[in-house]
RNA sequence: GCCCUCGUAGCCCAAUGGCAGGAGGCGCCAGCCUAAGGAGCUGGACAGUGUGGGUUCAAAUCCCACCGAGGGCACCA
């Protein structure tokens, strides 16, 4: 075993001459244990809130200066950690345990995901209950991140399956039932927002259209709806609603997935089953009515910009027109018109033929029964009339799977046998079904342009479709070439509008005015967001705090009636539904709860008998709000204080338009559009009704990068452990002597290539771990895991042991005398140099800092200075606590470093007296020259020009141009 | 196909317009220490920045094209 004969090499074990009090691997354990215990037993690391249970015991109020930093919490899996998982985590504990020894008061712990599918489908195979093999999970993980020593508030550790917990998630939940998007409406006060549009409580609604001041969309008088009526009009307003909608349907699972949680090939992408394209009743979230302000306000963050732009693509917003053509034909009269969505109704002239997705509810109206006469053969799909043909063509359609329809790159589609209006020149075009037009999107109908849209000129060479150029070409453009860019528009002109010479941008809105004036169209804001879908047939989620009324009215349960739990199951499969059989039912497994389901209640009505909602929350749900649970985790009268809220998350009113929101939050950038999108969605919605005053929940993402890791095959393909492989000669690896295949990617079971920080921590000790994680390289980076290089770590924090440690009698070797200067100046420039790494999470070099440092000690071959020695020890604190804390100790400090003092550096060591200046001449250096470090521009120009060597090389000559760069460099044009 | 990252010694990385006089680490070589091995200590070798153009007094750094790696999206009208 590697972890074995690398723990020897470390001196555990080895031979007799290893120095009593080295710093070793068993040492470190021990240290650390030491440590750890000290830190929970003395709440070192327990955070005071300005108010509530967790304010300061002896009535002082906390400082102003604080920092919020949080990791993405883990899903407690039963495999444990391996040495990637850790790595954003101690990014955020150095950073957090560096601010907080600089005076602030940072918030810091971690919580777990608990809720989720992995624990439901081991108790569906075992019958463990969810909640047995959830906790032992959490106990594993406490107990492995506890071994790394991070300056956790334990208090604050919450998990999203506690009851209190749910409570509150359940309690968010019926704040958005209970509430309705008013497009209208001014934004909430204290918001930055531009535009209308906020979620106001559903009694508003009611209020409204029970008093007249809001008409109801049919126009039907308010007063003369049944009840039934009446909340069928509520619901359709509420921020969470039910519909009949097409979703995702997974028997392999037996529940409905998001089209976040399908893969681009339409499987489940956990369990890989097939997923399939079916309407059902399902429970979604209005998020789309947020699609502006998601979209606008990632403006005001502090987030990478990949994922900004993944979240804009996400959202897709895009603006157009929606045109109406009317159908060709008398036989038609009463269908119609097509109604369609643009984003380049400048191209309207050149709209050939138009395209209605397969399933549009107007095919069914407009197929012919006959064939128009001279129809060519390729649109009639072979088929004798156009409605056997849309048929045909559908059922061909409906058995492709997504994968099908992408690989299938070839343009299909039959005709209807109708033709539509062009609105602007009155032609007669063509109107065909094909699945390259999606239902989902617009109105599931476009006008089709095939000079200008190159799914369009596809589809019209395929089928002979003329083609008409509105776009005047480049000079030189072939024309028979598509022609996707920009240029003066031609051929577009009417009796009464002409857009010929006008660039794209006035075209639009010229053509658009057109429309608008002659009814056949209006401006149109289009975006690819839908709604979120909210309900899972599971077990292992948070329970629908929803209750349904003999009339199958759905009502939100009381605050007092929360949390609702989960009942207590024995059998926890939803159904055992055969995976490719879509029409299968969902049958939830909360429905076998046959005493939990039904429940009786009075809700105001008196007591009446209820049956409960049976599916569940997805497991986004306890992650919409997490951060703000923390805040206040022991609150039973909300889910967080307000003033505990506005303190740890509100704006800074120092920065401009600051959405306030958690100071630092790390995680992977595989929770780029679906965590942070909907968290943003749920923290805008609490903003609006009040309940927070911050605008978004993260005002700054930062994305670790991942330990990636080397796995090797031998000649049969499998995979043999990675630690026993040797490198014989360079690029030549071998296992057992036979030579094996490297790969390069992930760490996991199946590679064999897991590295724990259990093996870790049991080798080096968890400083030596949190070093070399730290030391790898910059935080956002990926990078291969090498176990021989951690030994580069260990020998830095032997080095700074023996700096304070006599390894032989185990005494304290520092010496009061001063430092030198030179030592005194390298101290100072490695404390600002460190100061601004931390700051700037740049703990790589952080560290190669420290380790110059440490040397130019280790190298004077005295008793180093103690002032020194300290410094060293508070700098590497962040990174390595447990040492740090031990050598502090033994220092003679009897308090922890925890809160400081971190050393400050004396601004007159940082400046040198002289600078020395290369002289480029022609852009190589040719010479250098040392002047006084305040000599002025002019001053250095004139050295640099007297130096013998330039003037040597100038030979005479005045120079063209002489570039000085204060404290950089010289440069000569001769 | 489109979008986003990133290419610097054998390997991980630093320098983001200003001396690659490479910050640091691993590995390698040598010396000291040792009975020896390992560890420790001291010293050393090794790249001219993926390729080709351009801007500039000056380019690893900015711009363009290409090559390679990783990630995201994928008929969104």
Known sequence: MTIERTASAAGVGAADDTPPFRYTAAMANDIEAKWQDVWEETGTFNTPNPVGELSPTDGKPVADDKTYVLD????????GLHVGHPLGYIGTDVWGRFLRMTGRNVLHTVGFDSFGLPAEQYAIR?????????????????SQLRRLGFAHDQRRSVATTDPEFVRWTQWIFTQLFESWFDPQA??????????????????????????????????????????ADRAAVVDSYRLVYITEAPVNWCPGLGTVLSNEEVTADGRSEIGNFPVFRRSMRQWMMRITAYGDRLIDDLDRLDWPESVKSMQRNWIGRSYGAQVAFRLADDAHA?????????????????????????????????????????????????????????????????????????????KTGVFTGAYAVNPVNDNRIPVFIADYVLMGYGTGAIMAVPAHDARDYEFAGVFGLPIVDTVERPEGMPSDEFHGGEGPAIN??????????????????????????????????????????????????????????????????????????????????????????????PVPPLGKATEWNTVTLDLGDGEQTYTRELNVMPQWAGSC???????????????????????????????????????????????????????????????????????????????????????????????????????????EFRYQGQPVHREYGKMGKSLNNVVTPDD????????????????????????????????????YLQRLWRTVIDEDTGAVRVSDDAPDVETLTLMHRTIDGVRTDYAAMGYNTAIAKLIVLTNHLTKSGVDPAREVVEALVLMTAPLAPHVCEELWNRLGHDESLAHGPFPQADAEFLLDETVEY????????????????????AAVEATALADEKIVELLAGAAPRKVVVVPGRMVSIVP
């Not at 759905?554 to 939803?574: G, I």
């Not at 965590?675 to 605008?695: C, I, N, P, Q």
Request: glycine share 8%; charged share 25%; net charge negative.
């Open 72 to 79: 993405m919490f883990p899903y407690p899996s039963g495999k």
């Open 492 to 585: 577009s002109a009417n009796d009464e509008v002409s857009l010929n010479g006008m660039a794209i941008d006035e075209a639009k809105s010229t053509i658009t005015r057109w429309l608008q004036d002659k009814g056949f169209g209006h401006p149109r804001k289009q975006y690819k967001l839908r709604d979120w879908l909210f309900s899972r047939q599971r077990y292992w989620g948070e329970p629908f705090p929803i209750v349904y009324d003999a009339d199958g009215i759905a009502h939100s349960l009381p605050d007092t009636q929360l949390p609702l739990t989960l009942p207590p199951l024995v059998d926890f499969s939803p159904a055992d539904l055969d995976p490719d059989d879509p029409n299968s039912e």
């Open 126 to 142: 075992t019958g463990t209950h969810p909640k047995v093999t959830t906790d032992e999970n959490i106990a594993r993980y406490r």
């Open 334 to 410: 009463g269908a119609g018109p097509i109604e369609v969505y643009t984003t380049r109704p400048d191209t309207l002239f050149g709209a050939t033929y138009m395209v209605l997705a397969p399933e549009h509810p107007l095919v069914d109206t407009i197929s012919a029964a006959e064939w128009p006469a001279d129809v060519p053969e390729s649109w009639t799909g072979g088929a004798a009339t156009p409605i056997d043909a849309v048929a045909g063509y559908r059922l061909a359609a409906s058995r492709k799977s997504d994968l099908d329809r992408q690989e299938n790159k070839q």
């Open 625 to 731: 709000w997490y951060e703000l649970r923390y805040l206040d985790p022991t609150n039973s009268k909300s889910f967080c204080d307000p003033e505990n809220e506005r303190y740890w998350m509100g704006k800074d009113p120092s920065r401009p338009n600051d959405p306030g929101g958690v100071d630092l939050y790390v995680g992977g950038v595989e929770h780029a559009v679906l965590h942070l999108l909907y968290a943003r969605f749920w923290h805008k919605a609490l903003f609006d009704l009040g309940h927070v005053s911050s605008e978004e929940p993260f005002r700054r993402l930062f994305n670790q990068g991942y330990i990636q890791a080397y796995a090797y095959t031998d000649a049969r393909g499998v995979y043999v452990p990675a630690e026993d492989v040797t490198e014989e000669t360079p690029g």
């Open 760 to 795: 870790m921590c049991a080798a080096y000790g968890a400083d030596v771990f949190r070093m070399y994680e730290m030391g790898m390289g910059p935080l956002h980076e990926s990078r291969p895991w090498q176990t021989r290089d951690v030994v580069g770590s260990q020998r």
């Open 186 to 227: 001014e934004p909430a006060p204290g918001g930055g927002q531009t535009g209308k549009g906020r979620a106001r409580p559903i009694a508003d609604l009611i209020g409204e259209f029970s008093s007249g001041a809001r008409e109801i969309p049919d126009g039907r008088p308010w007063a003369e709806l049944s009840k």
């Open 918 to 937: 290369p002289i480029q001449v022609k852009g190589k250096v040719r010479s250098r020259i040392t002047v006084p470090a305040d000599a002025d521009a």
